[in-house]
C-alpha cells in the first residue's frame, strides 16, 4: 500500500508502564509499546497455523524470516515502521496516564502491506478486548480490595480501542496465504512454549486475587510452591525470571483474567480453573471466529 501513516486512536483505562532507570517509568518508551504489539502479532497469527520466532532467540535473518520479523524487523532486516504515541493534543506524549485518550501512529519506513494493516488492527483489537500492554502486568490484585490502591497490586496496561476498522476485510485463508510467504525459517524447539492465540483463556469482567493464583497454581500464603505442586501449576505460576502465566487486573471498567497453556494443554488448565471455582472460560479460538466470520471481501 502506499506508504501513509497509519493511525490507532486508544483510550487508557489504566496508566501504561514502559520502563525506564532505576525501576522508575520516567518517561515514554515506544519500544516496549512496540515489544508488546509484536508479542500479541505473533500469538494471533500462531493461532492461525503460521509460525513465528521468539525475537529472543530466532534463528531470522536478513530476507530470510517469519510473518513477524517481516513487519517488525530482525537482524539485517529493518522494522517497517516508527511509532510515535500523541496525547489528545496531538503533542507527543511524555508518559501515558490512565484514562485518556491517545493515538498510536505508524510512520511507515517500508511499505506497509494492507494484510499487516488489518492484523495489527485486530491485534490492538484482541488487547483492547482482553488482554493488556507494556510492562508491570503481572502484579497480583490483592484480596483485601482497599489494598489494591497500594503500588505492589495496581493494575497497568488496560487499553480501550476506538477506532474503527476501515480498511480491506480479508478472509481467513487469504491472511494465512500472505503470510506463509515469509515462513522461510526453522521454528526452534521451544516453539511448543511459545503463546499461541488458541492455546488463551480469558474471563471477562472477573479479576482473581493473589490468594485465588496462589492457590491455582500450588503456591501457599508467602508464594511459594507446595511440595505437591504440578508442574502445570508450576508453568501457570512461573518463577524468577519467567513469567507467570496469569495476568488479572481488578480495574472496574477493564476488570479480567487472561492467560495461555502450552501445546495441548488448554483442556487441563481449564480444569484446573474450573476445579477451583472459576466459571465463565472463554478461548482465543472465539476470538479468531469472530475476527474470521463469515462476511464477503467487500464488508458485506
Not at 75 to 98: C, H, M, P, Y
Amino acid at each position: 500500500m502506499e506508504s501513509m501513516t497509519i493511525s490507532y486512536k486508544i483510550k487508557t483505562l489504566t496508566p501504561l508502564w514502559t520502563g525506564g532507570v532505576n525501576q522508575n517509568c520516567d518517561r515514554l518508551h515506544e519500544t516496549s509499546i512496540i515489544g508488546s504489539l509484536r508479542w500479541w502479532y505473533e500469538a494471533f497469527i500462531r493461532g492461525l497455523g503460521v509460525k513465528a520466532c521468539d525475537p529472543t532467540d530466532s534463528t531470522c535473518k536478513d530476507s530470510s524470516h517469519c510473518a513477524a520479523c517481516e513487519l517488525f524487523g530482525c537482524t539485517g532486516w529493518a522494522r517497517k515502521f516508527r511509532l510515535l504515541v500523541l496525547d489528545e493534543n496531538d503533542s507527543i506524549a511524555q508518559k501515558i496516564e490512565s484514562e485518556k485518550g491517545y493515538s498510536l501512529k505508524l510512520i511507515p519506513l517500508k511499505p506497509i502491506q494492507e494484510e499487516e494493516v488489518f492484523l495489527l488492527f485486530h491485534t490492538l483489537q484482541i488487547i483492547s478486548d482482553i488482554g493488556s500492554i507494556g510492562g508491570k502486568t503481572v502484579l497480583k490484585p490483592s484480596e483485601i480490595v482497599v489494598k489494591n490502591k497500594k503500588a505492589h497490586h495496581a493494575d497497568y496496561g488496560l487499553i480501550q480501542l476506538t477506532s474503527t476498522y476501515e480498511g480491506i476485510i480479508f478472509q481467513r485463508e487469504q491472511i494465512i496465504n500472505y503470510l506463509n510467504q515469509f515462513n522461510k525459517v526453522k521454528v526452534k524447539n521451544q516453539e511448543k512454549d511459545y503463546p499461541v492465540l488458541t492455546n488463551f483463556w480469558f474471563i471477562r469482567n472477573y479479576y482473581l486475587s493473589r490468594e485465588q493464583i496462589n492457590t491455582i497454581t500450588g503456591k501457599d500464603l508467602n508464594g511459594r510452591y507446595k511440595n505437591k505442586a504440578t508442574d502445570l501449576q508450576k508453568w501457570m505460576g512461573g518463577e524468577r525470571a519467567v513469567s507467570k502465566k496469569i495476568f488479572s487486573f481488578h480495574n472496574n471498567i477493564g476488570k479480567r483474567t487472561w492467560g495461555y497453556a502450552k501445546g495441548e494443554e488448554l483442556d487441563k488448565v481449564k480444569k484446573l480453573l474450573t476445579e477451583n471455582g472459576i466459571k465463565n472460560i472463554d478461548t482465543g479460538k472465539s476470538l479468531l471466529e469472530n475476527i474470521f466470520k463469515e462476511r464477503t471481501s467487500n464488508g458485506g
